[in-house]
């Protein structure tokens, strides 16, 4: 079983689009996260959520929103996507304890044209 | 501001050899330095990670050296294997970031047979 999926794995569409991606975790953790690697192969942290509190990076554009319709989903939504939204956008997830490592799933490679 | 700063960015290494990886971090509140390991298609994995109060902390082939004066950390792989090649990534957080990490820039390891 996949500890944490994410669909759909490749998503291709134009500017000015709003699009989502899914994903959910099997394994009981309390906190998920969205991350977004560029095309240099940096890591971002997006946003921070669990059932009691939502930590958003303040780089991150107001058209990115998360939703949690329950504590194993965290889907992201982009709104108007840009050019420059075109990335590889992972989502974790980690246990309640402080320094629980992070699971990642395999990613969503986003391009916007 | 890039709050970690890792290098370097590629590192050929032949197999049986060291592969070092150094980062330096800004932040003095950063208490906990895991590392993660990034192969193609593929979210990252937590490799290893150490706590500022320790000096070293080795896992098998993996190795941390941790110079907390300096604010300096580094991953070494010993008698490196093609298997290793992947890119790895070091990455800080703080007791209140609610495991937010912070990333360093990522290195891609390719270890030659």
Request: positive net charge.
């Amino acid at each position: 079983d996949t500890a944490v999926s994410q669909t759909p794995k490749y998503l291709v569409t134009q500017m000015g689009n709003d699009k989502s991606i899914k994903c959910e975790q099997n394994l009981g953790h309390d906190t998920m996260y969205w991350y977004k690697q560029d095309s240099k192969k940096f890591l971002k942290i997006m946003f921070s959520y669990n059932n009691k509190e939502l930590i958003i990076n303040e780089t991150v554009p107001n058209r990115f929103s998360p939703k949690s319709p329950d504590k194993a989903h965290l889907n992201l939504h982009i709104n108007s996507l840009e050019l420059g939204d075109s990335a590889v956008y992972f989502c974790a997830s980690a246990g309640g304890f402080y320094n629980s490592p992070l699971h990642f799933g395999n990613g969503t490679r986003l391009t916007v044209t | 501001q890039q709050q970690v700063k890792q290098s370097p960015q590629s590192l050929i290494v032949q197999k049986g050899g060291i592969s070092i990886i150094n980062c330096a971090y800004e932040n003095t509140a950063f208490d906990y330095f895991p590392w993660y390991q990034q192969f193609p298609g593929k979210g990252p994995a937590l490799l290893i990670a150490i706590r500022p109060d320790v000096s070293e902390k080795k896992e098998g082939r993996f190795t941390i050296s941790f110079n907390k004066s300096a604010k300096q950390f580094s991953l070494h792989i010993m008698d490196s294997q093609p298997g290793d090649s992947a890119t790895y990534f070091c990455a800080a957080t703080t007791n209140n970031a609610g495991n937010m990490l912070t990333f360093g820039g990522g290195t891609r390891l390719m270890v030659k047979p």
